[in-house]
């Protein structure tokens, strides 16, 4: 386990201490179009689907859009 689900430093953590050259993710749909980073849909047990990315990031600080990763 390298920390915390769905965290920038925990994908890192995990690409550096397997040595691996991909690594699978989840984009989820925000209710207002946002693409999110994210396992199973759910935030703090709020689906990503029906809720803005503003309410999301409320839940999570550390939610990762796509648009930070390409940003």
């Known amino acids: ?3 915390r689900e769905n965290t920038l430093e925990t994908y890192r953590r995990a690409v550096e201490e397997a040595q691996t050259d991909i690594l699978e993710i989840d984009l989820w749909r925000s209710g207002d179009d946002h693409l999110v ?3 199973d ?3 703090n047990g709020v689906s ?3 809720t803005t990315l503003k309410q999301l990031q ?3 600080p550390e939610l990762i859009t796509v648009n930070r990763l390409l940003g």
């Open 1 to 3: 386990h390298w920390g």
């Open 58 to 60: 409320q839940l999570d």
């Open 37 to 39: 980073l994210n396992h």
């Open 41 to 43: 849909g759910i935030v």
């Open 48 to 50: 990503v689907k029906g």
